[in-house]
C-alpha cells in the first residue's frame, strides 16, 4: 500500500485503461498546498536521480507543473510568476554566468540583495 500524494490529474483514467484499480480521493482544500510541496520534493529529488539528459528534461517538466500549480494555489497564473521571475533575473542576474560564491564577510551579501528591491512583487 503507498501512502497518500498527489498525482497527476489523469492517472486515475490511464490506470482505469490499463485494467489497474486505484484509490483516489480529492485534496481538501486545506491540505492541497502541503500535498504540493511534497510533490515538488519529490519531482526535484527524482530530476537528480535522473542518469540522461531525457531524463533530467522529464523531470524538469514535472519539477515546473509543479511548481504552476503551487503558483494558482498562492492565486498567481504562470504568466505572473514568469514576470516576478523576470524582474529578479533583471535585477540581481540569472544563473548563466556559473557565479559561485567563494565567501561572504559579515553576511553583507543578504543586505545587498534586500537593497536590490522588495521580496514580494505582488500583492499576495
Known amino acids: 500500500m503507498t501512502a497518500a500524494k498527489l498525482v497527476r490529474d489523469r492517472i486515475p483514467m490511464i490506470a482505469a485503461g ?5 484509490t483516489t480521493r480529492t485534496a481538501e482544500p486545506g491540505e492541497r498546498r502541503t ?5 515538488l ?7 537528480l536521480d535522473a542518469q540522461t539528459t531525457g531524463a533530467a528534461l522529464e523531470e524538469l517538466a514535472d519539477v515546473l507543473e ?3 500549480a503551487l503558483a494558482a494555489d498562492l492565486g498567481a497564473a504562470p504568466e505572473e510568476l514568469n514576470i516576478i521571475r523576470e524582474v529578479k533575473s533583471q535585477a540581481r542576474g540569472g544563473f548563466a554566468l556559473g557565479v559561485v560564491l567563494i565567501r561572504d564577510d559579515g553576511n553583507q551579501l543578504d543586505a545587498a540583495c534586500e537593497e536590490q528591491g522588495p521580496k514580494e512583487t505582488s500583492g499576495q
Open 18 to 22: 490499463r485494467g489497474q484499480r486505484l
Open 35 to 39: 500535498l504540493l510541496r511534497a510533490k
Open 41 to 47: 520534493g519529490e519531482e526535484v529529488a527524482e530530476f
Open 66 to 68: 509543479v511548481v504552476y
